[in-house]
């Protein structure tokens, strides 16, 4: 990885950006927020601790459906101890949050996790762009809860209490190396994952070469995403996210063919192993990582 200057294309996205929800039988972003507001403001009414709420996910995104759920973070002083959740830890001082599902009977169901803001101000800690330009900040102290907040916050929408606290978090997040962090942490699970196709080839272990060689691909997918600002916490909706992307590395079409092994010879699958692994070497090198 080639360490360049900075571009304005490493951050986040603006909160709420991107399409309206408009699959069938997903109600229309207005419509959800209403909703959620409604669900949020009977959680802070009850809990004095919670200050705010937003909702984040592929139905705020645009690209959920009818089954997807709704992400409902709720920011507190402090953990709340009566509410209808689960302890889960986390990598902080503060070691747990409180995680819960809500189904309210009508609409979407509601996935919540409850975040003190301190949680919150350590999780952006971690990822600093004066600890990213000191290379102290890699992410690889960064738990799966933290990942999934941190890139939710991109697309954050605030639907109850104090909106500004919401802002100021977005903001932060924004003036962060988080997307640099988690760019770099995806080249270099690409790294890993071609040097495993390199020796599968060697040892002329081809089905493994072969499935080496899609996972290097969908993390060199994963470092284009994220330089662009968005770090998708599953590969079910990574040809949305790429739809969606201002990136220009990769085209869509490209990028299908490869998903779908468009091209894959089985009894002879050398060619296109090589093939993909210098496309997806293509797209890594030509990312440019903010230090």
């Known amino acids: 990885m080639t360490a360049v200057a900075d571009r304005p294309t490493a951050s986040a996205p603006a909160p709420g950006a991107g399409p309206a929800p408009g699959s069938p039988g997903v109600p229309p ?5 209403v909703g959620a507001g409604g669900v949020a ?3 802070i009414a009850a809990h004095r601790e919670v200050r705010a709420a937003f909702i984040a996910g592929s139905l705020v995104q645009g690209y959920g459906n009818a089954r997807s759920d709704i992400d409902l973070y709720l920011l507190c002083d402090t953990q709340p101890t009566d509410v209808d959740a689960h302890p889960q830890a986390v990598a902080l001082a503060e070691g747990v949050i409180q995680v819960g599902a809500l189904e309210t009977g009508v609409g979407p169901r509601y996935d919540v996790e409850y975040w003190t803001t301190s949680q919150v101000a350590q999780c952006l800690d971690k990822v600093a762009a004066n600890a ?6 890699t992410g690889s102290d960064l738990s799966g809860f933290e990942i999934d907040l941190l890139s939710r916050l991109a697309h954050a929408v605030p639907v109850a209490g104090d909106p500004g606290l919401v802002d100021a978090t977005v903001t932060a ?10 760019a770099a942490r995806a080249a270099t699970h690409y790294d890993i994952r ?3 196709v390199r020796g599968q080839l060697e040892a002329a272990d081809l089905h493994s070469a ?3 060689t899609r996972i290097a691909f969908g993390a060199a997918v994963e470092t284009v995403l994220a330089a662009y600002g968005d770090c998708g916490d599953s590969e079910k909706w990574r040809a949305r996210r790429l739809m969606a992307s201002p990136q220009r ?15 894959l010879d089985v009894a002879n699958p050398v060619p296109w192993i090589l093939d993909v692994i ?4 293509r797209l890594v090198g030509g990312v440019d990582f903010v230090r």
């Open 29 to 33: 972003l207005p419509e959800l927020i």
């Open 41 to 43: 403001a009977s959680i």
């Open 132 to 137: 990213f330009a000191a290379g102290t900040a």
């Open 173 to 182: 997040l924004r003036s962060s190396a988080f997307f640099s962090v988690m």
């Open 194 to 196: 071609s040097e495993d």
């Open 210 to 212: 072969v499935l080496s």
């Open 249 to 263: 590395l990769v085209s869509m079409d490209e990028y299908w063919a490869v998903e779908t092994m468009r091209g």
């Open 278 to 281: 210098a496309l997806a070497q």
